[in-house]
């Protein structure tokens, strides 16, 4: 919802503007106004905070992490879009979780906190991360990048996010605990024992093929 970021540009700041470059991420961006409008003209004591990118157990296998990983056991194509140069920065969502509750005990009423991991990667390099992750722990699908397909580019897909913690640990005390490298291979792991949870997704909810394409037309 603060937009994109050139490679060279500082992280986003919670005093960054909001320029939402999709409905999605001005749907987001609008609900932060209207928190900051019932504080403002209601007095009702609120607190926002922003995050990254998260990932970790129970995500809905059709994000970044969880449809890499559980393409690749059913050997089926890894989509990046475009090129795979999009950069985010990655919360584990155990970090997140932390951060929500140091944010409602300790926030101060009306004021906003940005949470990352403080782990930019390109799309590309988290994939084949993912990859060398599987060929150590099923190798008999190795070597899983040659799965990988570079797709379409997705509407008003924003080049990079990063975020700026210097706010919430500095008055909070927040700071990550998950590297990124730790929490992908638990992340990892998590997936491949608990099967039987997002076989059923995949079977009734979310197979794995892109979503956002709209329904072909009849013929």
């Given at each position: 919802?603060?937009?994109?970021?050139?490679?060279?540009?500082?992280?986003?700041?919670?005093?960054?503007?909001?320029?939402?470059?999709?409905?999605?991420?001005?749907?987001?961006?609008?609900?932060?106004?209207?928190?900051?409008?019932?504080?403002?003209?209601?007095?009702?004591?609120?607190?926002?905070?922003?995050?990254?990118?998260?990932?970790?157990?129970?995500?809905?296998?059709?994000?970044?992490?969880?449809?890499?990983?559980?393409?690749?056991l059913e050997?089926?194509?890894?989509?990046?879009?475009?090129?795979?140069?999009?950069?985010?920065?990655?919360?584990?969502?155990?970090?997140?979780?932390?951060?929500?509750?140091?944010?409602?005990?300790?926030?101060?009423?009306?004021?906003?906190?940005?949470?990352?991991?403080?782990?930019?990667?390109?799309n590309i390099?988290?994939?084949?991360?993912?990859?060398?992750?599987?060929?150590?722990?099923?190798?008999?699908?190795?070597?899983?990048?040659?799965?990988?397909?570079?797709?379409?580019?997705?509407?008003?897909?924003?080049?990079?996010?990063?975020?700026?913690?210097?706010?919430?640990?500095?008055?909070?005390?927040?700071?990550?605990?998950?590297?990124?490298?730790?929490?992908?291979?638990?992340?990892?792991?998590?997936?491949?024992?608990?099967?039987?949870?997002?076989?059923?997704?995949?079977?009734?909810?979310?197979?794995?093929?892109?979503?956002?394409?709209?329904?072909?037309?009849?013929?």
């Amino acid at each position: 919802m603060f937009g994109t970021l050139g490679f060279a540009d500082a992280p986003f700041t919670e005093s960054h503007p909001y320029q939402p470059n999709s409905p999605y991420s001005a749907s987001k961006a609008g609900s932060d106004h209207l928190v900051r409008a019932w504080g403002e003209t209601y007095h009702l004591p609120v607190v926002t905070s922003n995050c990254s990118n998260n990932y970790g157990p129970w995500q809905f296998p059709e994000k970044l992490i969880p449809v890499t990983i559980l393409n690749a056991l059913e050997g089926k194509p890894l989509p990046v879009y475009g090129r795979g140069e999009n950069v985010r920065d990655w919360l584990h969502v155990d970090d997140h979780a932390r951060a929500l509750v140091t944010v409602l005990m300790k926030g101060k009423i009306g004021e906003s906190y940005n949470v990352g991991g403080s782990a930019e990667r390109r799309n590309i390099d988290v994939v084949e991360t993912i990859c060398a992750l599987l060929d150590a722990r099923r190798p008999a699908g190795a070597p899983h990048r040659r799965l990988i397909t570079y797709v379409n580019d997705r509407p008003g897909h924003d080049l990079r996010y990063a975020i700026d913690t210097a706010k919430i640990t500095r008055e909070l005390g927040w700071t990550s605990r998950e590297t990124f490298d730790s929490g992908l291979a638990g992340t990892a792991d998590w997936y491949l024992a608990n099967e039987p949870w997002w076989r059923r997704l995949r079977a009734s909810v979310y197979d794995g093929t892109r979503l956002g394409q709209g329904a072909p037309k009849p013929q």
